[in-house]
């Protein structure tokens, strides 16, 4: 059974670019959340996926924008990069809308 | 405003010592996780509570969730240093789809 795994690993932007993270949901999982966390805080909610429709969002703007593939990997783009954006961003899978999330280890992004 | 609170937010204790990690909100939830996190890597889950009052038990760790389901604890009882790490609960609302972390428990175990 293969795990969540995450591409990049590190990422280096400027300021106004636009990024792409992807996420290879675990074996069976037909759910993907993504997750922003900054320096010494808590993951915040980005938004969920489940079964290729956007299903829940938190309080980020319209330039964070996901999709989920019929294979159930998932991609977070960011537009317009701000400073504040710089946070290691975190995706979990999950089987249905159960309550068990497993994470992949994140991909690191800096924008300069 | 965070939806979830943790105390403390630091805490640095002797291999062997006993610690309390509290997770407070004023919302009611219908699921409470506890995960630990290790630098440059995404958290690992340790459990899941679901009933108000519920007692879980993981070897030295112990999870209680509130009667009312809005606080919950963690407990380690003879930390080790392998326990280092960065503890966060999450709550996942009623209304679904969302889980909520806390603000973190950045704990050091020294030998």
């Known amino acids: 059974e293969t795990g969540v795994t995450q591409s990049p690993t590190h990422l280096i932007k400027t300021r106004g670019q636009q990024v792409t993270l992807r996420c290879s949901s675990q074996s069976g999982h037909n759910t993907v959340s993504w997750y922003q966390q900054a320096l010494g805080q808590g993951p915040q909610f980005i938004f969920q996926?489940?079964?290729?429709?956007?299903?829940g969002r938190g309080n980020f703007p319209p330039r964070f924008s996901g999709l989920q593939f019929p294979n159930y990997s998932s991609e977070l783009n960011v537009n317009a990069l701000e400073l504040d954006d710089s946070a290691l961003y975190l995706c979990?899978?999950?089987?249905?809308?159960?309550?068990?999330?497993?994470f992949g280890p994140g991909t690191r992004l800096t924008v300069l | 405003t965070q939806l979830l609170e943790q105390s403390p937010q630091f805490l640095s204790i002797q291999e062997g010592e006993n610690l309390t990690v509290y997770c407070n909100s004023s919302?009611?939830?219908?699921?409470l996780q506890w995960y630990r996190q290790e630098p440059g890597e995404g958290p690992v889950l340790l459990v899941t509570v679901v009933t108000g009052g519920e007692v879980k038990k993981l070897k030295r760790l112990t999870f209680q969730f509130g009667d009312a389901r809005k606080d919950s604890s963690l407990h380690i009882t003879a930390a080790q240093p392998g326990d280092t790490g960065l503890y966060l609960c999450a709550g996942e609302l009623p209304t679904g789809n969302q889980f909520y972390f806390g603000t973190g428990t950045s704990l050091t175990v020294i030998p």
């Open positions: 996926y489940y079964r290729e429709e956007e299903n």
């Open positions: 979990a899978s999950s089987s249905g809308l159960a309550n068990e999330q497993f």
């Open positions: 919302s009611v939830f219908s699921s």
